[in-house]
């Protein structure tokens, strides 16, 4: 079975600093999808990035970049220029190929504070 | 519009009412999701519709019954609850085809079981 591990169960930043969420995973599949979602208090579990098992590069959406290590199962998030709005619990989450029925699997979430 | 909307936002009810959760999205995607979200907890996966048709059950009791009238709609109908289902349900929907795989979540209904 496919399990997701976010092992910082918070984390502080100051506004306009970097900071790196770590989330770790395990799977046999060798096609699959990653994904981190935020969820700010309002709620709504908002797509920040999305990364392709078979893609080698790394995405990128803006302020957000991944380091996906697939040797390691590791798929990282940096947060660049960090805002006060970036304030929210991450969640981690994976995806096997084979049809969008396929379950999401999330991360335990890292609640991220920004200290302005 | 990428949006999915549920309605109500909050929602108290007692153990003995019969009250429904009501999902829509016009982005035309075929698979359409209810989860559970306690909190400080991530979601937990209900049920998943494919083609209107239940494809996933992750063995949720029989007080939870979802429906999938058309494409666009999804409903949770509650009965008989307990005061530990109280929680945030969030509703999400994603495209069928690839390589567009990510699920959009609507702002979840947070219900109070009393």
């Known amino acids: 079975a496919q399990t997701v591990t976010q092992s910082q169960p918070e984390m502080s930043v100051q506004e306009a600093e970097t900071v790196t969420l770590s989330c770790t995973y395990d799977t046999s599949e060798s096609d699959y999808y990653l994904f981190w979602y935020k969820q700010p208090p309002s709620r709504q579990m908002i797509l920040v990035i999305r990364?392709?098992?078979?893609?080698?590069q790394n995405a990128t959406e803006n302020r957000f970049s991944v380091n996906f290590q697939k040797a390691a199962k590791s798929f990282s998030l940096k947060i660049s220029d960090s805002q006060l709005g970036d304030a929210a619990m991450y969640f981690c989450a994976y995806r096997r190929e084979g049809g969008a029925t396929n379950k999401l699997i999330f991360g335990t979430g890292t609640l991220l504070a920004v200290q302005p | 519009d990428t949006e999915v909307t549920q309605t109500p936002k909050h929602l108290v009810m007692g153990m003995t009412n019969k009250k429904s959760l009501k999902c829509e999205q016009h982005?035309?995607?075929?698979?359409m999701y209810w989860y559970k979200q306690k909190a400080k907890k991530p979601p937990e996966l209900m049920f998943v519709y494919s083609y209107e048709k239940l494809s996933i059950n992750e063995s949720v009791p029989s007080r939870f019954s979802p429906e999938c009238p058309n494409s666009s709609l999804l409903n949770l109908h509650l009965h008989a609850l307990q005061p530990e289902d109280s929680a945030l349900y969030l509703c999400a929907s994603s495209p069928l085809s690839f390589p567009n795989t990510e699920a959009f979540f609507g702002q979840g209904t947070r219900l109070t079981v009393v």
């Open positions: 990364q392709e098992a078979y893609k080698q």
């Open positions: 982005m035309g995607h075929r698979a």
